[in-house]
């Protein structure tokens, strides 16, 4: 089994800052893509920032400047600084890794149970 936990979710006031943490355990080979992606009330899934094994990353426009993600392979985690936060931020946040999995080597996308970030005064 594979388990995905996220943490350092909370309510912090606009302009404030926040570090989540995403750690995965569990039978695991490798870990590829390892992403995050929120989810406010009433609107879809999407993609915050994903960052490949080799280290490079990608950012939603929305976030650009604002939020840095990085990744400690040797702990199976990916963290997910978010600074200068707006309201609009406010959303439930999950992580998503894609790993493969011993012994029958199978990639698939794993996710987290999500962690709440809420920006308001």
């Known amino acids: 089994q594979v388990h995905l936990v996220e943490s350092g979710g909370g309510l912090v006031h606009p302009g404030g800052s926040l570090r989540l943490s995403c750690a995965a355990s569990?039978?695991?080979?490798?870990?590829?893509?390892m992403a995050w992606y929120r989810q406010a009330p009433g609107k879809q899934r999407e993609l915050v920032a994903f960052?490949?094994?080799?280290?490079?990353?990608n950012y939603a426009d929305s976030v650009k400047g604002r939020f840095t993600i990085s990744r400690d392979n040797g702990k199976n985690t990916v963290y997910l600084q978010m600074n200068s936060l707006k309201p609009e931020d406010t959303a439930v946040y999950y992580c998503?890794?894609?790993?493969?999995?011993?012994?029958?080597?199978?990639?698939?996308?794993?996710w987290g149970q999500g962690t709440q970030v809420t920006v308001a005064s």
């Open positions: 569990g039978s695991i080979l490798s870990i590829s893509t």
């Open positions: 998503k890794a894609r790993l493969t999995r011993w012994p029958l080597d199978i990639t698939d996308d794993y």
């Open positions: 960052i490949i094994t080799g280290g490079a990353t």
